[in-house]
C-alpha cells in the first residue's frame, strides 16, 4: 500500500506492483475497509463494558486453572 486518499467521498487505497505499476482501489474492498455496515454510523473502537467481561473471563480462567493444576505454582 502506498497511499490512503479520498476520491470524491470513498476512500481509497493506492497500491503498488513491481510489473504492473500503482492504482488505486476502494479501501472497503480490502482487509483494510471498516466493518461497519452503515458507513455513516459512528465508529465504536471502545467498549469499556466488553473489557470489564473479558476481565471477569480471564480471572476465572486463571483461577480455575490455578486450582485444578497439578503442578505446584501453575
Sequence with gaps: MLK???VSG????IVGHAK???FS???????WGSP???PQAPACYFDPGML?????LIEQITASTSTNSPI???
Design 72 to 74: 505446584k505454582g501453575a
Design 52 to 56: 470489564l467481561d473479558l476481565v471477569a
Design 20 to 22: 504492473r505499476g500503482s
Design 4 to 6: 490512503r486518499r479520498r
Design 25 to 31: 482501489i476502494p479501501r472497503e474492498w480490502t482487509d
Design 36 to 38: 461497519v455496515a452503515d
Design 10 to 13: 470513498i476512500e481509497t487505497l
